[in-house]
């Protein structure tokens, strides 16, 4: 069974631009949640998507967006990027949402902003 | 006070050793714990999850909850190289109308040949 995928792999933007990542969950899973990692902060929730429905969301500003689609890929959206935008962006898929359901994990999106 | 606490480390064992790496919580009403590993560079690997008070074996690893006492912890027996990396240990938190897995910002281990 595939695993989760993320596209693209590394992306290197400036300031002010916006950038959009892809996740692709495993197939059978319908729950996808993002993630931001950094040394200072580790992981921290972005928002969770499912049946194409944001169901929760971090305390992130609003410049982070995203969305899920029928086949339940989802994409995050950035606006504006600023320096402390630069991470790695972690997108998890389950089943479904809920304490029981284990969450795994994809390569992430190395996202760095100049 | 922070939702999951982890010492950061770095935790060193001699190979072959058993590493034991901990974590507390705050949230009374959490259900469900996991550890991950995450080698440098890489995402994190489900290990582990554990849902009622006791001891989960698989393998080499064992994962030991208290639920009373608000404690995870993650042993790693006969340690090998291999198994140096970052450990999270994540935990559910069943807020109202608001759930989501939480993490600690991991423990660093390094066993040495």
């Known amino acids: 069974k595939a695993g989760v995928t993320q596209t693209p792999r590394y992306l290197i933007k400036t300031r002010g631009q916006q950038v959009t990542l892809s996740c692709s969950p495993i197939s059978g899973h319908r729950s996808v949640s993002w993630y931001q990692q950094t040394p200072g902060q580790g992981l921290q929730f972005l928002f969770e998507?499912?049946?194409?429905?944001?169901?929760n969301k971090g305390n992130f500003p609003g410049r982070f967006s995203g969305r899920q689609f029928s086949n339940s890929r989802s994409e995050m959206n950035v606006s504006t990027l600023e320096l402390g935008d630069s991470a790695l962006y972690l997108c998890?898929?389950?089943?479904?949402?809920?304490?029981?359901?284990?969450?795994?994990f994809g390569p992430g999106t190395r996202l760095t902003v100049l | 006070q922070k939702e999951v606490e982890q010492n950061s480390g770095p935790l060193s064992v001699p190979e072959g050793a058993i590493a034991s790496l901990n974590c507390t919580y705050s949230?009374?009403?959490?259900?469900?714990f996991f550890w991950y590993r995450q080698y440098s560079g890489k995402s994190p690997e489900l290990i582990m999850s554990i849902y009622s008070n006791g001891d989960k074996e698989d393998g080499r690893f064992t994962a030991q909850l208290n639920k009373a006492s608000q404690y995870v912890s993650l042993l790693i027996r006969d340690s090998q190289p291999s198994d140096s990396a970052t450990y999270l240990c994540a935990v559910f938190y069943p807020g109202t109308g608001f759930q989501k897995l939480v993490f600690g910002t991991g423990t660093r281990l390094l066993v040495s040949p």
């Open positions: 949230d009374r009403g959490s259900q469900s």
């Open positions: 998507y499912f049946s194409e429905t944001q169901r």
């Open positions: 998890a898929s389950t089943l479904s949402p809920g304490p029981l359901n284990e969450q795994f």
